[in-house]
């Protein structure tokens, strides 16, 4: 994308932003499996500044961060399909958080919102995190699967999995 103004011209947006996977430790293994998400979740007026790499208005395609809390949908149009962990979203998304997003994925916009509304994509199900370099923070929440949360400080690693929900999780 080029943006021309007084001074000349001005080049943005080139190429496919790094994917940062900074919270990711250690893989524990080849903890992956496909799941298909409900893109409108993740661009949601909710969820936007958290989940877009880049969030400059005049983009027609954007980037989805990996390493995003995903839950199940449980109720709706979309029930079965997965979005981003919300502890305030009424579709199920505030239940358990069963992985991560695996890896960063784009997202086209036409004049008439999300060209493609469904994709499918790697959902990790095990690993060592850091979940302070999350996109966002899900402090309190109740995860499946097998992960292990690292912390910066060098503390012991504590099982994230499993382990009871906090009141903190609908903060």
């Known amino acids: 994308m080029v943006d021309i103004n007084e001074t000349g011209v001005v080049t943005t ?13 250690n893989r524990l293994g080849d903890g992956v499996m496909s799941v298909t ?44 399909l997965y979005g981003p962990y919300e502890a305030a979203a009424k579709d199920g998304r505030n239940g358990n958080i069963e992985g991560v997003l695996e890896s960063q994925f784009s997202v086209e916009f036409n004049r008439s919102g999300v ?3 469904t994709v499918t994509a790697g959902m ?14 899900v402090t309190g929440a109740k995860w499946d699967g097998l992960f292990l949360k ?22």
């Open 124 to 137: 990790r199900y095990t690993g060592a995190i850091d979940t302070t370099k999350l996109p966002f923070d």
């Open 13 to 25: 947006h080139v190429g496919q932003p790094n994917d940062d996977q900074s919270w990711l430790i």
């Open 115 to 117: 060209k493609v509304p």
């Open 37 to 80: 998400l409900d893109v409108t979740t993740f661009v949601s007026s909710t969820m936007a500044s958290k989940c877009i790499v880049d969030d400059d208005p005049d983009n027609t395609v954007v980037y989805i961060k990996s390493g995003i809390p995903l839950a199940r949908i449980t109720s709706g149009a979309s029930t079965g």
């Open 150 to 171: 690292v912390t910066p400080d060098g503390s012991p690693a504590t099982l994230l999995s499993n382990a009871p929900a906090t009141a903190a999780a609908g903060a």
